[in-house]
């Protein structure tokens, strides 16, 4: 069963903007990492971040973990219309045995 | 990462039939992993593939429905059996690979979209 939820569901914004998603879990992970889809197609690795780390940057993204509240948020900085994808958390529960569970997922549409 | 291929990309099958997809990986992989996505949703895990064992299938998957194969360490099929109209979705293989940082993770094929009429 998903674990994983996220909001927004669907953030429309504009290039240039900045556009934060969030992920919540429900048990204790190895790690969490963010991925994204376009159009359907397979997924794309973004980042990863440990449980015993509190943020990661990785050019224009930023992910936060707070392993207290069982949430993360990744945000990506300066927009382009490229960013348009489907973005997907997932965690690494301690006893999945590397399997992940996905959340729902958030549609991001950056407009030129 | 790894680079993986899936075949085919596209199918539209019949409903009763049944199609096996291809996973191929450039690298040899312990495990490997097979997703459902069913149209505007997320990923469900079906089961993992290692080499030499039986694949491990998530609740909800059976054996009869979605065999799985794995000859070596860098191939595996998938085969969607006796198939429905609620087949259809895109399914996907994974392998479990090293980040940049050295962790693992998971690194995916560009996926098959399958069409039940």
């Known amino acids: 069963s998903q674990q994983g939820e996220e909001d927004p569901q669907a953030l429309s914004i504009q290039e240039g903007e900045n556009a934060t998603m969030n992920c919540s879990y429900k048990t204790s992970i190895n790690n969490l990492q963010w991925y994204r889809q376009n159009s359907g197609r397979g997924l794309v690795h973004l980042i990863l971040?440990?449980?015993?780390?509190r943020e990661k940057h990785s050019g224009r993204l930023r992910v936060t973990l707070d392993t207290s509240k069982k949430s993360s948020s990744l945000l990506i900085t300066a927009s382009r219309a490229a960013d348009t994808a489907s973005y997907f958390c997932a965690t690494d529960e301690e006893t999945s045995g590397s399997r992940l569970t996905f959340g729902e997922g958030t549609q991001l549409t950056v407009n030129p | 990462s790894a680079v993986i291929s899936q075949k085919p990309s596209r199918d539209i099958c019949q409903r009763g039939t049944s199609l096996t997809i291809q996973c191929q990986v450039d690298s040899q992989v312990t495990m490997m992993f097979w997703y459902r996505q069913q149209p505007g949703q997320s990923l469900t895990l079906i089961a993992t593939a290692n080499q030499g064992s039986e694949a491990t299938y998530e609740s909800g998957f059976v054996i009869d429905k979605f065999p799985i194969s794995r000859p070596n360490l860098t191939f595996s099929t998938l085969t969607v059996s006796n198939m429905s109209p609620e087949d259809s979705s895109i399914y996907l293989c994974?392998?479990?690979?090293?980040?940049?940082?050295?962790?693992?993770?998971?690194?995916f094929g560009p996926g098959t979209r399958l069409l039940v009429l």
């Open positions: 971040i440990r449980s015993n780390e």
């Open positions: 994974s392998v479990l690979g090293l980040s940049s940082g050295g962790f693992e993770t998971q690194y």
